[in-house]
T-cell receptor
Framework: DAGITQSPRYKITETGRQVTLMCHQT?????MFWYRQDLGHGLRLIYY???????DKGEVPDGYVVSRSKTENFPLTLESATRSQTSVYFC??????????????FGDGTRLSIL | AQKITQTQPGMFVQEKEAVTLDCTYD???????LFWYKQPSSGEMIFLIY??????QNATEGRYSLNFQKARKSANLVISASQLGDSAMYFC??????????????FGAGTRLFVKA
C-alpha cells in the first residue's frame, strides 16, 4: 500500500545510547521532514530534505543527524540520547506542487522515551 | 525569521455553532503557503485546508474556510456548524517559497478545540 511508515512505533532507551528512527514513503515525494511534538510547543521541525542527498536544518536540529541516500527513506538518528529528547516524532513527506501548495502526509509517529 | 503563532491554547464551542481559530505568521518571503491540520486524540495528522500567498480569494473546503488577511499576516480557520467529531488539536503551518531557499514548513503550537453537546 502507498503511504508513509515510521518504525518503531514505540521505543524506550537509556541516556547516552544511539537510536535511529526510520521513515519510509512509497509516493516518491521529493520532500521529507522530521518533527518532534511536545506539549505546549506543537510540532517543531528538526530536519528536512528536498531530495536524495540534500538535507537542511530546521528549528531544533541539535543532537540529531539525518541522511537521505534514497528518495524513499529518511532516517533520524539521535547520536547520544538525552532525556530532553523524549518526545513523539513525526515524519512527513510532500511534493512541492505549484506555489508550494501540496500538503504534507504524515506517518503515525514514534513515541520515544529516554530514561 | 519565519514564525507561526497560535495564541489560543484551548477553545470551547457549542455544537452546531461556528468557531474561529487564530493564526498569525511572519515571513520575509513573498511566496508562501499556509496550511491547517487537525490532530484527533488518536494522533494522526489530517490536512484540512490550504491558502497560497498569491490567492485572491479565501480558501474553503466544506465546513472549513480560511480567513486570510495578508496585510495583517493572519490566516484564521473558521469551522462552521461544529460537530462533536471536530474536538481535536488544530495546527496552523506555513511553508516558505524559493526566496528564502528552502520550502521549509513550520507549525504553530496548536489550539485544542472542545465541542460541547
Amino acid at each position: 500500500d502507498a503511504g508513509i511508515t515510521q518504525s518503531p512505533r514505540y521505543k524506550i532507551t537509556e541516556t547516552g545510547r544511539q537510536v535511529t528512527l526510520m521513515c519510509h514513503q512509497t509516493w516518491s515525494h521529493s520532500y521529507m521532514f522530521w518533527y518532534r511534538q511536545d506539549l505546549g510547543h506543537g510540532l517543531r521541525l528538526i530536519y528536512y530534505s528536498a531530495a536524495a542527498d540534500i538535507t537542511d536544518k530546521g528549528e531544533v536540529p541539535d543532537g540529531y543527524v539525518v541522511s537521505r541516500s534514497k528518495t524513499e527513506n529518511f532516517p533520524l538518528t539521535l547520536e547520544s540520547a538525552t532525556r530532553s529528547q523524549t518526545s513523539v516524532y513525526f515524519c512527513a513527506s510532500s511534493e512541492l506542487g505549484a506555489y508550494s501548495n501540496q500538503p504534507q502526509h504524515f506517518g503515525d509517529g514514534t513515541r520515544l522515551s529516554i530514561l | 525569521a519565519q514564525k507561526i503563532t497560535q495564541t489560543q491554547p484551548g477553545m470551547f464551542v457549542q455544537e452546531k455553532e461556528a468557531v474561529t481559530l487564530d493564526c498569525t505568521y511572519d515571513t520575509s518571503d513573498p511566496s508562501y503557503g499556509l496550511f491547517w491540520y487537525k490532530q484527533p486524540s488518536s494522533g494522526e495528522m489530517i490536512f484540512l485546508i490550504y491558502q497560497g500567498s498569491y490567492d485572491q480569494q479565501n480558501a474553503t473546503e466544506g465546513r472549513y474556510s480560511l480567513n486570510f488577511q495578508k496585510a495583517r499576516k493572519s490566516a484564521n480557520l473558521v469551522i462552521s456548524a461544529s460537530q462533536l467529531g471536530d474536538s481535536a488539536m488544530y495546527f496552523c503551518a506555513m511553508r516558505e517559497g524559493p526566496e528564502t531557499g528552502g520550502f521549509k514548513t513550520i507549525f504553530g503550537a496548536g489550539t485544542r478545540l472542545f465541542v460541547k453537546a
